[in-house]
Structure formats: structure tokens, C-alpha cells
């Protein structure tokens, strides 16, 4: 069965370093999607992506993100200057119509020391 | 405001009892909802989903009732398993136009008992 995957499961980096954040949706999906989940707290949206651009973000979502897709199958979140708050479960997540059935991938931990 | 929040955050089953799993939404006019399975360390799994013009939708084992009059939604799993035992989210697209980000409640806490 087709999956989102993510790379890698787990980072740590120090506050003020940029983190990438990688994810293959599946494949014939063209609607991508980057969440996070703090410990403990619920699921919250960053951003969506269609056509090579953000179609939606979120006010969690500000100039220290950028969201790529460098070719015809990885999708990045890019973090710049890493915040302690910053530190969090990542998710990608792909559909094939625009918000709905949205596949989750395993996610990337992030922990900015 | 747009919120989807559950009743419990904690819902303890034996196996093979059947299990329920509640959720209120906010808002009247969103149109579809999701259930996820979120188990220890991975990423939320999809279940099943239902659109706000249905009341009804069965999955294998598992079955979603909306009720938009109350605005609550509710999972409920047939003969629970050890397996089934994770956090369950249920979600919603609000209903603003062309919206497709999903907004998840805090989640609760199912274990099954042997």
C-alpha cells in the first residue's frame, strides 16, 4: 500500500541552526501538507501546497518556514534559525483532491536544543 | 471560532467489548470530518472519513454517526482489540472557502484490556 515516508525519523540541532525536513507523499497525490504536534498537544496545520505553490498557511507558518519541492517527488520544510518552541513532531501529509483523505506520514521529531 | 474538541480523554474498553469514541465540533457549517489513529511514536493514520450530507458511514469494524443538529461526531469500533489501542483525533476542514488545512481536536486516549 502506498505511503507518505519521511526522512529523517528524528533531528537535533542547535538553537539558530536550519533544519530540512524531507518527505516523499505518494505518488500520484498532488496535494502536499506539513503539520506539527508539540508533546502533548494536538495536531496543528502549517501549510498546504499545490501547483508548485502554498495554497493555505497558518500563522505558525511565518517568514522562518519555507516549503519546497525541489522535484518531481520530495516535498521540504525548511526552518530557519531554530527556536527551543520549535522543537516538535513533524508531519507530512499528501492527498489526491484538495484537503480531504489526507495520508499522514511517520513524521520527523525535531528537538532544538 | 473554529475548534474540535472530545468529550474524554481517556477511554479504557475490554476486548471484544465495542467501543465509543465522541467528539463535538464548533462549527455548523463545516462539511467534512476525519477520524485518525495516532499510535505511540507515528505519524495519525487515517480511518474513515463522512461528509456533513451524510449521518452514517461504516468502515470494516468501525462505523462514524454525525449528528449535525448537535454538532457531534462519534467513532465507534466494533469488537475492540488490543491492536485498536492508541489516541484517536477526530478532525474537521472548516468551512471557510477553498480551506483544506484540517483542524484536530486534543484526542483521546483509548486502552483495551486483555
Known amino acids: 500500500e502506498p505511503e507518505v515516508t519521511q526522512t529523517p525519523s528524528h533531528q537535533v540541532t542547535q538553537m539558530g541552526q536550519e533544519v530540512i525536513l524531507r518527505c516523499v507523499p505518494i505518488?500520484?497525490?498532488?496535494?502536499f501538507y506539513w503539520y506539527r504536534q508539540i508533546l502533548g498537544q494536538k495536531v496543528e496545520f502549517l501549510v498546504s501546497?499545490?501547483?508548485?505553490?502554498?495554497?493555505?498557511k497558518s500563522e505558525i507558518f511565518d517568514d522562518q518556514f519555507s516549503v519546497e519541492r525541489p522535484d518531481g517527488s520530495n516535498f521540504t520544510l525548511k526552518i530557519r534559525s531554530t527556536k527551543l518552541e520549535d522543537s516538535a513532531m513533524y508531519f507530512c501529509?499528501?492527498?489526491?483532491?484538495?484537503?480531504?483523505?489526507?495520508?499522514f506520514g511517520p513524521g520527523t521529531r525535531l528537538t532544538v536544543t | 471560532g473554529e475548534s474540535v474538541g472530545l468529550h474524554l480523554p481517556t477511554l479504557s474498553v475490554q476486548e471484544g467489548d465495542n467501543s465509543i469514541i465522541n467528539c463535538a465540533y464548533s462549527?455548523?457549517?463545516?462539511?467534512?470530518f476525519i477520524w485518525y489513529k495516532q499510535e505511540s511514536g507515528k505519524g495519525p493514520q487515517f480511518i474513515i472519513d463522512i461528509r456533513s450530507n451524510m449521518d452514517k458511514r461504516q468502515g470494516q469494524r468501525v462505523t462514524v454517526l454525525l449528528n449535525k443538529t448537535v454538532k457531534h461526531l462519534s467513532l465507534q469500533i466494533a469488537a475492540t482489540q488490543p491492536g485498536d489501542s492508541a489516541v484517536y483525533f477526530c478532525?474537521?476542514?472548516?468551512?471557510?472557502?477553498?480551506?483544506?488545512?484540517?483542524?484536530f481536536g486534543k484526542g483521546t486516549k483509548l486502552t483495551v484490556n486483555p
Open positions: 505518488s500520484n497525490h498532488l496535494y
Open positions: 478532525a474537521e476542514i472548516p468551512p471557510q472557502g477553498g480551506s483544506e488545512k484540517l483542524v
Open positions: 462549527n455548523s457549517a463545516s462539511d467534512y
Open positions: 501529509a499528501s492527498s489526491g483532491f484538495a484537503g480531504y483523505e489526507q495520508y
Open positions: 501546497f499545490y501547483n508548485n505553490e502554498i495554497s493555505e
